[in-house]
Nanobody, 123 residues
Framework: QVHLVESGGGLVQAGGSLRLSCAVS????????MGWYRQAPGKQRELVAA???????NYADSMKGRFTISRDNAKNTVYLQMNSLKPEDTAVYYC?????????????????WGQGTQVTVSS
């Protein structure tokens, strides 16, 4: 069983900062790509940022220069530092991870999601 637990969301004024964390636990062999997505009311879930196991990153255009994704492989944790927050950044933020597990002599990779954490930016 694999679990992703997010933390760090909350209410912040425009221009402020928040740092989200997502810890992966369970029967983990390794973790490949990890990422953050968000979903605002009435909108589809969208990619915020992603990071490979080697540290290569990818950002949605609207987040470049404001958000920074990082990971601590020893802690199986991914972070999202969000600066210069805007009201339009208000959404539920979800982390996901490509987790490799083992069983019956084989390796399996599945994508797991966290439960989401609310970020609200007031104007």
């Amino acid at each position: 069983q694999v679990h992703l637990v997010e933390s760090g969301g909350g209410l912040v004024q425009a221009g402020g900062s928040l740092r989200l964390s997502c810890a992966v636990s369970g029967s983990i062999f390794s973790i490949n790509a990890m990422g953050w997505y968000r979903q605002a009311p009435g909108k589809q879930r969208e990619l915020v940022a992603a990071i490979t196991s080697g540290g290569s990153t990818n950002y949605a255009d609207s987040m470049k220069g404001r958000f920074t994704i990082s990971r601590d492989n020893a802690k199986n944790t991914v972070y999202l530092q969000m600066n210069s927050l805007k009201p339009e950044d208000t959404a539920v933020y979800y982390c996901n991870a490509g987790v490799v597990t083992t069983g019956w002599g084989r390796r399996y990779e599945n994508t797991y999601w966290g439960q989401g954490t609310q970020v609200t930016v007031s104007s």
